[in-house]
């Protein structure tokens, strides 16, 4: 058969090929410490479960609305409320399978063939690709780590043209960890009013923030009616496999998105939907405990980063990873095999050291690595132990 040129093209996402690599090493036996991950380890919340559980039990087995049960989308309207003072609603709001699927409708509800969207770099892996399937070109915005990760109207300006349409923005970011201030984010809503932009804002690691706020830049003069917010219970609440994302914005967006869900995957699971409501309206303890304790594995995971030679490590606001430029490592060998890039560079770490993470060159940024701290202090020690060793033999 003849594969479509959309798809031949297309990569699978590479931090997915990775956690695949390392759990099939794990299940022939090989102790590989998980930096890879883009998942909380934490269990559900007992008090989510259990509602799932009994919507299944209560026979809550059958389809629901397209854009979601109403009093889901009555909690995530009241979400915003609290958390961004945002004014949504329930028909501006719109629950998808993973915040991944509401980002694609949004992408293709607003993008055309041909449009450009700028896309801030390092990047998450799956933007640029959801773009092209878009048929949109993906305008890619460095930032560097004297930036902070972070870009500025001044970085835009010099990539935009006349069929700029979007720009998607993540913060807290995956994979720097980067934290958008709300004066910089002020910044960047008079320049995309200036240049009629519309904006889709990815926040689902809103709840990880260690220093500073989150701000949402919805909230922000003018950009209600040019941004569909992001955000999701898979990071907050420790629900990747339960698949519910969500998304809101100005209601002829969320409708047109919602045509598209209806005739991609309907909605998420009924039961999971259930449980979300649970996560969403229930004691805000459990996301808290997970925040503080990853706040502690973040100064150990960057106390023991900064003591490796060459690495050089910015300190990340939020989310669960750290993104350290190992450009220093680069251009050496280990044990008589050329270390070129940090493409070969994270595999002759996962084979020969056992410790699984990312190259940056999956985010757009070569010459850095991504270290997921979504993983036990006795893990993060054990790893940190190997990369030193790996870094001790480098010629
Ligand atoms: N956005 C970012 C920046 C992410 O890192 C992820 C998951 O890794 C997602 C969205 C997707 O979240 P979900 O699992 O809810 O689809």
């Given at each position: 058969m003849r594969l479509s040129a959309r798809v031949g093209a297309m990569a699978p996402s590479p931090t997915v090929a990775m956690d695949a690599r390392a759990k099939e090493m794990r299940r022939q036996g090989v102790d590989v410490v998980a930096f890879g991950v883009g998942e909380p380890d934490f269990d559900t919340p007992d008090h989510v479960k259990e509602v799932g559980i009994a919507a299944i039990r209560a026979g809550f087995t059958k389809y629901t609305p397209v854009q979601g049960l109403p009093e889901l989308r009555e909690a995530v309207a009241a979400k915003f409320r609290r958390d961004n003072g945002l004014e949504y609603a329930p028909e501006q709001v719109l629950v998808s399978s993973g915040a991944k699927e509401s980002l694609y409708h949004a992408v293709m509800a607003l993008c055309d063939p041909g449009d450009e969207v700028l896309i801030p770099a390092p990047y998450w892996v799956t933007y640029p690709e959801q773009v092209r399937l878009a048929g949109g070109v993906p305008v890619i915005v460095e930032a560097t780590v004297e930036d902070g990760f972070k870009v500025t109207p001044d970085h835009l300006r010099r990539a935009l043209s006349p069929r700029t349409r979007l720009l998607l923005l993540n913060s807290p970011s995956n994979p720097t960890g980067a934290v958008y201030s709300p004066e910089e984010l002020a910044a960047l809503a008079v320049f995309c009013r200036e240049h009629d932009l519309a904006v889709v804002s990815?926040?689902?690691?809103?709840?990880?923030?260690?220093?500073g706020v989150h701000a949402s830049i919805?909230?922000?003069?003018?950009m209600y009616e040019r941004t569909v917010v992001v955000n999701g219970v898979s990071k907050s609440h420790a629900m990747?496999?339960?698949?519910i994302g969500y998304a809101a914005g100005p209601a002829p967006v969320i409708k047109g998105m919602a045509a598209l869900q209806s005739h991609s995957t309907?909605?998420?699971?009924a039961c999971a939907q259930k449980a979300a409501v649970a996560a969403l309206t229930g004691p805000e303890e459990p996301v808290a405990a997970m925040r503080e304790e990853f706040a502690r594995r973040r100064e150990l995971m960057l106390d023991l980063l900064g003591r490796l030679p060459g690495v050089r490590v910015a300190r990340p606001a939020g989310a669960f990873y750290v993104f350290p430029d190992v450009r220093a490592w680069l251009g050496r060998s280990f044990r008589g095999r050329p270390v070129e890039d940090d493409v070969t560079l994270a595999e002759l770490i996962l084979t020969e050291a056992r410790v699984a993470l990312v190259p940056g060159t999956a985010f757009g940024a070569p010459g850095h690595l991504r270290l997921s701290y979504a993983t036990s202090r006795e893990r993060i020690e054990e790893g940190l132990r190997r990369l030193r060793a790996f870094a001790e033999e480098l010629r």
């Open positions: 990815d926040e689902i690691y809103e709840k990880l923030v260690y220093d919805a909230a922000l003069p003018g990747t496999g339960w698949r309907t909605h998420p699971a």
